[in-house]
């Protein structure tokens, strides 16, 4: 495959993703420039990726002063930066692999939408879990006409203790005021997104959303319970809660790019003293869960009527013990039942003779693409976006813009419903 030119906008954990799977994995991507305000990130860049130094911008302004120069931008900046820092490179002509969520508001989605049709650019949206093995697996039976036409699609998702911690409760989308996005947007756009693909052949038409803060909060903090765990925590409350930070963050530390952000430092360099000072201090990670001041909601459902009379639902729940997420699909002919972080399908169907149902079991979770985050989505992804960007045709994922609106609007229509407490018409 033909090497890619790359622009990584916004140099953080999930842009750099993406260039490692795409440089050293796939070998497959050159990052030949890169914009970040934190010079520390650039450094990086330039020694991980060997970016020419020249190359290395502050500023998005820097970049685009230079005219299109690469093939295409890869955008990893936070939720509300996205709009401002896509915009400028579409009107240049950048194909570009946007993160996720698009934006925050449906005038935003237009525009973007609008603009890459007027420059003629190829905007594609970074929905991973589409490009998973196990989500492309229920498209392609869905696609062969097994199961039938689609009934229902019902899908969980569970948000373990430490993902909850680390990103919705002190880290960086516990506020809608601050990150710009609810839990629906910042979470489950990817399952709003994979509702309306795998349900591709009809529309949202009308949404139902209840959820709330009902759990994370102030009043349901542990009796006795401190404001900062290693300071004024007593070591019996400590005992009995998940969110200890001692255990999360000490021990175990299972996703060590979130928590020691706010250092300054990388996550594979700072040191144990300098992490427990920070906890101990200014870092948000080592405040009490419960009164750290999150506004999100802690648990939302959705309830989704499409244009030709079928339906879905989605429910996330914060802090619950298992980390995954779960589907069922029920088919006029058949029905599709499964667990992503378990990589299995179970497909059943009625059997007359028995009066009861066969099924066949599919092992997903040990075919070639799994490795790697979200089932394998990360990968898959960017190897589908290096092949279109080389020229290929789009596949059966392909996150495009055109694509991508459908699930983006329903959780801005999920949303207003939460808030109003009525039923949204589309
Ligand atoms: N696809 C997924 O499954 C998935 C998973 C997690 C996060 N995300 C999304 O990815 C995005 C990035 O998240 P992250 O955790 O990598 O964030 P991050 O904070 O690690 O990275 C953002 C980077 O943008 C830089 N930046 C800030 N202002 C900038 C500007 N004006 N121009 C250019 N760069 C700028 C920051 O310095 C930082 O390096 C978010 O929108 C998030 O919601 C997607």
């Known amino acids: 495959m033909k090497k890619i030119s790359v622009m990584i906008i916004g140099c953080g954990d999930r842009a750099t993703v993406y260039a490692d799977e795409g440089v050293n994995k796939l070998g497959a991507m050159r990052i030949d420039a890169c914009v970040d305000p934190d010079v520390n990130k650039l450094d990086m860049m330039v020694r991980e990726f ?54 925050n508001n449906e005038k935003d989605l237009l525009r973007l939408t609008e603009a890459a049709k007027k420059h003629n650019c190829r905007l594609f949206v970074c929905h991973v879990l589409r490009y998973s093995p196990f989500y492309r697996k229920i498209k392609e039976i869905i696609l062969s006409g097994e199961i039938g036409k689609i009934v229902n699609i ?20 516990k506020s809608k005021k601050e990150c710009g996005s609810s839990l629906l947007l910042a979470k489950c756009s990817h399952d709003m997104d994979l509702l309306c693909w795998l349900n591709n052949g009809t529309r949202p038409s009308e ?25 004024d925590c007593p070591q019996e409350v400590r005992d009995k809660c998940i969110f200890d930070a001692g255990p999360l963050y000490i021990d175990n530390c299972l996703l060590p790019w979130y928590p020691w952000q706010c250092t300054g430092k990388d996550y594979r360099e700072i040191t144990d003293e300098e992490k427990l000072e920070s906890l ?70 009625y059997d007359r003779n028995t009066s009861w149902f066969d099924s066949r079991v599919i092992e997903i979770a040990g075919e070639d693409g799994y490795e790697g985050g979200h089932f394998g989505g990360d990968r898959g992804l960017v190897s589908d976006f290096v092949s279109t960007i080389n020229g290929g045709e789009l596949s059966v994922s392909a996150t495009t813009i055109d ?24």
């Open 50 to 103: 060997g970016v020419p130094r020249e190359n290395c911008f502050t500023s998005i302004e820097g970049a685009l002063a230079r005219g299109r120069f690469c093939d295409c931008i890869i955008n990893g900046t936070m939720d509300r930066l996205h709009v401002e820092t896509t915009m400028p490179f579409l009107e240049q002509g950048y194909d570009v692999l946007l993160e996720k969520p698009v934006c």
């Open 280 to 349: 101990k201090t200014y870092n948000p990670h080592g405040l009490c869960a419960y009164k750290c001041g999150g506004d999100i909601c802690d648990h939302q459902t959705v309830n989704v009527r499409f244009e030709n009379g079928s339906f879905a639902t989605h429910s996330v729940t914060l802090s619950s013990f298992r980390d995954g997420r779960d589907i069922f699909i029920a088919g006029t002919l058949g029905e599709i039942d499964g667990r992503a972080d378990d990589g299995k399908l179970t497909v059943r169907h």
């Open 207 to 231: 949404v139902m959303s209840l959820g709330g803060r009902n759990f994370l909060t102030p009043e349901n903090a542990p009796e006795g319970a401190g404001t900062r765990c290693l300071v």
């Open 154 to 173: 019902s899908t969980y998702e569970h948000v373990g203790v430490f993902l909850t911690s680390a990103s919705f409760v002190r880290g960086k989308w």
């Open 403 to 426: 694509d991508s609106v459908n699930g983006q609007r329903l959780v801005f229509k999920a949303d207003e419903s939460l808030e109003k407490g009525v039923p949204v018409k589309f």
